[in-house]
């Protein structure tokens, strides 16, 4: 019983933090950091770096920024694009950290389904954000970006307390995901397509 719980511990710590890493990457690190430090987390001798002040210091800044740049429409697509390159790497770090102490071949497999999840969440949050700037008004970024922290939180909370709980919750945001991307894709590729007609048409006159 005790291995199984620690197995569904330690796979709700590698969904939660690659999950949310590819929504608020800085966030994650604020809040794993800030509450190993302070004992509230436990969390793998691998990942206790996160706990280092330096760090902790480089994702306060770093939050900040994204807080004011995740707000403005057309900036917060641009932050987007950039962190692909940025939340997908360091899902890839943060699961191979939560696994703790393991064989290269487990730690490599918890690397690839980590950049995974990254990837999924990451691609998930930034189309739903260029489909929120056709919007005319800024209301709707600035209700998208506070609604994505409060996700990000109450989901990291829920895998750190009740891992069962939001491995089921993480099993219906994929299933959801499924089904919905395809149609994110399909407006995206649609709202390009107008934009470039548009262009043609005034590039005429």
């Known amino acids: 019983m005790e291995n199984y719980d620690t197995l569904l511990t330690t796979l709700?710590?590698?969904?939660?933090?690659?999950?949310?890493s590819g929504i608020n990457l800085y966030a994650v690190l604020l809040v794993l950091g800030f509450g190993s430090s302070t004992g509230y987390i436990e969390l793998p001798a691998e990942l206790s770096v996160l706990e280092d002040p330096l760090i902790m210091s480089a994702a306060g800044v770093m939050y900040f920024i994204e807080f004011f740049a995740d707000k403005i429409p057309g900036v917060d697509t641009v932050w987007d694009i950039i962190h692909t390159f940025v939340r997908i790497p360091a899902g890839v770090m943060l699961a191979a950290g939560a696994v703790g102490d393991v064989s290269p071949a487990v730690e490599i497999a918890a690397?690839?389904?980590?950049?995974?999840?990254?990837?999924?969440?990451?691609?998930?949050?930034?189309?739903?954000?260029?489909?929120?700037?056709?919007?005319?008004?800024?209301?709707?970024?600035?209700?998208?970006?506070?609604?994505?922290?409060?996700?990000?939180?109450?989901g990291l909370w829920t895998a750190l307390n009740y891992p069962a709980v939001f491995l089921a919750m993480f099993i219906v945001f994929i299933a959801l995901l499924i089904w919905?991307?395809?149609k994110l894709w399909n407006m995206i590729g649609l709202f390009f397509t107008q934009t470039m007609n548009l262009l043609r048409i005034e590039e005429k006159k």
């Not at 990837?119 to 209700?143: D, F, G, Q, V």
């Open 12 to 20: 709700a710590l590698l969904m939660g933090t690659t999950w949310a």
């Open 111 to 154: 690397g690839i389904l980590g950049g995974g999840i990254a990837a999924t969440s990451h691609t998930a949050k930034a189309s739903a954000r260029l489909m929120i700037n056709t919007s005319p008004e800024p209301a709707s970024n600035w209700t998208a970006s506070f609604s994505e922290d409060l996700l990000v939180l109450g």
């Open 180 to 182: 919905l991307l395809p």
